[in-house]
């Protein structure tokens, strides 16, 4: 099966969306401990709020196959070839996107992965080793050729999520991986911002950075940003009612300053 077209709708800024409005697509990544999950739940929370309609899933799993695949995938005591692993993030992947992503798009909803082919590429490719075209060549049977509208790269310092994802308390099978391995990951994550990279993968859609250092409530302002930038029709009224909430907790916190600590 060949490529598809992207299924965005090219909005200008002062048009509404309308009922045969195009699904999109849209991916949120990261390593380990960037808050992304925190990130891919905000969102869906912000859209559904403006009256979108919104599915979000995650990866692997959100399929009833996807979740008995990510319990073997993340269970610390899953001793499996790297291949093995490779292939089963494909197939859940497969699942995910017969069962639910086509449906949800072709109805014209906005759909929300957490993790896509971007971590495949990062962790089975750079954190495992294993070929790029071979996980190229399963990955595109697995697909079937969809390829995201856009992927929200949430970035920091790694030894700063690292941290994070530490004190989080039990980890699973990826997250107990090596400093080396994720240090691989990070570096392939960056890579894959470079325009070069995104020519030469064109299976991937574009990526784009979102710093993730900061206050929870300030990163889902700027994935919103990101979002209106290119589809201002569709997104504009979350961001603004995302943006309006964090303006108005700021004055909260100046207006009512916390009390200051007794001894």
Not at 94 to 110: I, K
Not at 145 to 150: N, V
């Amino acid at each position: 099966m060949g490529r598809m077209a992207p299924v965005a709708t090219h909005e200008g800024p002062d048009s509404a969306p309308s009922a045969t409005t195009s699904g999109l697509f849209l991916v949120l990544e990261g390593g380990e401990g960037v808050g992304k999950t925190t990130q891919w739940q905000r969102l869906g929370d912000a859209l559904r709020a403006v009256g979108l309609d919104v599915v979000a899933v995650r990866e692997p799993g959100g399929t009833p196959a996807g979740d008995r695949i990510r319990a073997l995938l993340l269970d610390p005591a899953s001793s499996l070839a790297h291949a093995t692993e490779a292939l089963l993030f494909a197939a859940s992947r497969a699942q995910l996107l017969h069962d639910v992503v086509e449906p949800a798009l072709a109805r014209g909803a906005v759909v929300l992965v957490d993790r896509f082919l971007l971590s495949t590429y990062a962790y089975q490719g750079a954190g495992r080793g294993l070929p790029m075209d071979s996980l190229r060549r399963v990955n595109a049977l697995a697909t079937g050729g969809r390829t995201p509208d856009l992927t929200l790269l949430l970035s920091m310092p790694l030894a700063t999520a690292q941290a994070r994802a530490a004190a989080r308390g039990v980890m699973d099978r990826l997250e107990q991986e090596t400093a080396a391995f994720h240090e691989r990951v990070s570096a392939a994550f960056t890579e894959a911002l470079s325009p070069a990279w995104q020519a030469e993968h064109p299976e991937v859609g574009p990526v784009v950075a979102v710093d993730a250092d900061s206050s929870v409530d300030a990163v889902t302002v700027r994935c919103l940003a990101q979002l209106v930038q290119r589809w201002p029709a569709r997104f504009r009224d979350a961001a603004r009612a995302a943006t309006g909430a964090l303006v108005g907790s700021a004055s909260d916190t100046a207006a009512h300053p916390s009390a200051p600590a007794t001894s």
